[in-house]
């Protein structure tokens, strides 16, 4: 798969790396910061970048995000399928996204691929966006100075920030969390009646702080439960 390889649009975001792989935060105790949101999880998930000598960490990087993107051709059902993406996360949009490092498309394909679920805080808007529903292990990252970081001790106090927040970070190419198929067909394909047996045959409770569920309140359970049921 040549789609990166043509390319080498990463330069811009790599150029102002020195020869250190992180740069220290000398005003607190810090998690080391990096350039881009790739360097950030490989650091954390690939296990072979920290033996990389800091000269060769960039070509690896290339290398890495190549083999990723190539998987999604070559492995399509275990590297793209089995996500089951709607059409807003097509297949050439997250190899772009790869290839660029600091697209939306980019975060939360490798989120799944790593099987992560990142919350970004966004420090020039004191905004937390948790960028997928799905309930897993929580990746708690920071943008800050445009730089990156992990988030391993206390958490900054940060508002709910809506998704659009992003793109403060990132090029927002995804502008939705929502971006898996969701288990059930429109809402309007269904009467309340059909909406409770389907959440009793799924022991989804009917009732939330002491009132019957609405329709729509039925609707997301059940959605939700699907989404989670192989996270």
Same mark, same amino acid.
């Given at each position: 798969?040549?789609?990166?390889?043509?390319h080498?649009?990463?330069?811009?975001?790599?150029?102002?790396?020195?020869?250190s792989?992180y740069?220290?935060?000398?005003?607190?105790?810090?998690e080391?910061v990096?350039?881009?949101?790739?360097?950030?999880f490989?650091?954390c998930f690939?296990?072979?970048?920290?033996?990389i000598?800091?000269?060769?960490?960039?070509l690896?990087i290339?290398?890495?995000?190549v083999?990723?993107?190539?998987?999604?051709?070559e492995?399509?059902s275990?590297?793209y399928?089995?996500?089951?993406?709607?059409k807003?996360?097509n297949s050439t949009?997250?190899?772009q996204?790869?290839?660029?490092?600091n697209t939306?498309?980019?975060?939360?394909?490798l989120s799944?691929?790593?099987?992560?679920?990142t919350h970004v805080?966004v420090?020039?808007?004191?905004?937390l966006i948790v960028?997928?529903?799905k309930v897993? $292990?929580?990746?708690h %990252?920071?943008f800050?100075n445009?730089?990156?970081?992990e988030?391993t001790g &206390? @958490?900054? *106090?940060y508002?709910?920030?809506?998704?659009?927040?992003?793109?403060?970070a990132f090029?927002?190419?995804v502008?939705t969390?929502d971006?898996?198929?969701?288990?059930?067909?429109p809402?309007?394909?269904?009467k309340?009646p059909?909406?409770?047996?389907?959440? $009793?045959?799924?022991d %989804?409770?009917?009732?939330?702080?002491g009132?019957?569920?609405?329709?729509? &309140? @039925?609707y *997301?359970?059940?959605?939700f439960?699907?989404?989670?049921l192989?996270s």
């Amino acid at each position: 798969m040549d789609l990166l390889t043509k390319h080498d649009k990463g330069k811009t975001f790599c150029d102002s790396i020195t020869s250190s792989s992180y740069l220290q935060d000398s005003t607190k105790k810090s998690e080391p910061v990096y350039s881009t949101i790739v360097d950030l999880f490989f650091s954390c998930f690939d296990p072979h970048y920290s033996l990389i000598e800091n000269k060769d960490k960039q070509l690896y990087i290339k290398q890495l995000l190549v083999s990723i993107a190539t998987e999604i051709d070559e492995d399509k059902s275990n590297k793209y399928d089995n996500f089951n993406y709607l059409k807003c996360m097509n297949s050439t949009l997250i190899q772009q996204g790869l290839q660029a490092m600091n697209t939306v498309s980019c975060l939360l394909y490798l989120s799944d691929y790593y099987g992560v679920t990142t919350h970004v805080y966004v420090e020039s808007l004191k905004s937390l966006i948790v960028t997928s529903d799905k309930v897993r $292990k929580e990746f708690h %990252i920071k943008f800050s100075n445009n730089k990156w970081s992990e988030l391993t001790g &206390e @958490l900054p *106090d940060y508002k709910q920030g809506d998704f659009k927040g992003l793109g403060e970070a990132f090029v927002l190419d995804v502008k939705t969390k929502d971006i898996y198929k969701k288990y059930l067909n429109p809402i309007g394909k269904y009467k309340s009646p059909e909406l409770i047996q389907i959440a $009793k045959d799924m022991d %989804i409770p009917l009732v939330k702080d002491g009132k019957k569920k609405v329709k729509k &309140e @039925l609707y *997301d359970d059940i959605n939700f439960y699907q989404l989670n049921l192989h996270s």
